[in-house]
Nanobody, 122 residues
Framework: QVQLVASGGGLVQPGGSLRLSCAAS????????IGWSRQAPGKEREAVSC????????YYTDSVKGRFTISRDNGKNTVYLQMNSLKPEDTAVYYC???????????????WGQGTQVTVSS
């Protein structure tokens, strides 16, 4: 089973930017949709974004629309989450996983892999 690993997290000030990457221990298949979720301490996991296998369909939760952009580079077997105008409420561990429904609602994710911590604080 391919394990997806998120990376690129860190500490950033409010208003700053980070780019997260999602790569696989094997390869992200060209026909896999990929999604991002996040989980803050004491809160439920929240689906943040999704990109279909061909990149034609994307999903964003309302709280990140206009600030986050998901993209994929199949040549590099990597999916990215560009996060701009970060807010303290974006602080969470971010995870990526294969999405099983080509980003149609309701989203359905495979097992979440290793996450990356994003902390937005001054």
């Amino acid at each position: 089973q391919v394990q997806l690993v998120a990376s690129g997290g860190g500490l950033v000030q409010p208003g700053g930017s980070l780019r997260l990457s999602c790569a696989a221990s094997g390869s992200i298949r060209d026909d896999d949709a990929i999604g991002w979720s996040r989980q803050a301490p004491g809160k439920e996991r929240e689906a943040v974004s999704c990109i279909s296998s061909d990149g034609s369909r994307t999903y964003y939760t309302d709280s990140v629309k206009g600030r986050f952009t998901i993209s994929r580079d199949n040549g590099k077997n990597t999916v990215y989450l560009q996060m701009n105008s970060l807010k303290p409420e974006d602080t969470a561990v971010y995870y990526c996983a294969t999405e099983l429904a080509e980003c149609t609602l309701p989203l359905a994710f495979d097992d979440w892999g290793q996450g990356t911590q994003v902390t937005v604080s001054s």
